[in-house]
């Protein structure tokens, strides 16, 4: 079981910049690849940015230039660096972890998500 909890959502003005963070906690053996999305009321959910042990990132079309995907792989621990928010950013952000157990279970899991706000 892995345990997932983000930080750093809030209120922020538009040209603004917030820092996500999301920690990894439990039976983890490795987490491959962490990533954040985001969902805004009435749209589909989408891929923010990802990350691999190793470092290579990608990012969804909208964020990227603004956007900053980094890892603390000895902490298990994410950070979105989100520079120039626009009011169209606003969205509940969420935290995913590809992660293998020590029981070499390998699964998806998800945290409980952080309100990001962008007004005008």
């Known amino acids: 079981q892995v345990q997932l909890v983000e930080s750093g959502g809030g209120l922020v003005q538009a040209g603004g910049s917030l820092r996500l963070s999301c920690a990894a906690s439990g039976n983890i053996f490795s987490i491959p690849a962490m990533a954040w999305y985001r969902q805004a009321p009435g749209k589909q959910r989408e891929l923010v940015a990802a990350i691999t042990s190793g470092g290579s990132t990608n990012y969804g079309d909208s964020v990227k230039e603004r956007f900053t995907m980094s890892r603390d792989n000895a902490k298990n621990t994410v950070y979105l660096q989100m520079n120039s928010l626009k009011p169209e950013d606003t969205g509940v952000y969420s935290c995913?972890?590809?992660?293998?157990?020590?029981?070499?279970?390998?699964?998806?899991?998800w945290g409980q998500g952080t309100q990001v706000t962008v007004s005008t």
């Open positions: 995913k972890a590809d992660a293998i157990c020590t029981d070499w279970r390998r699964r998806d899991y």
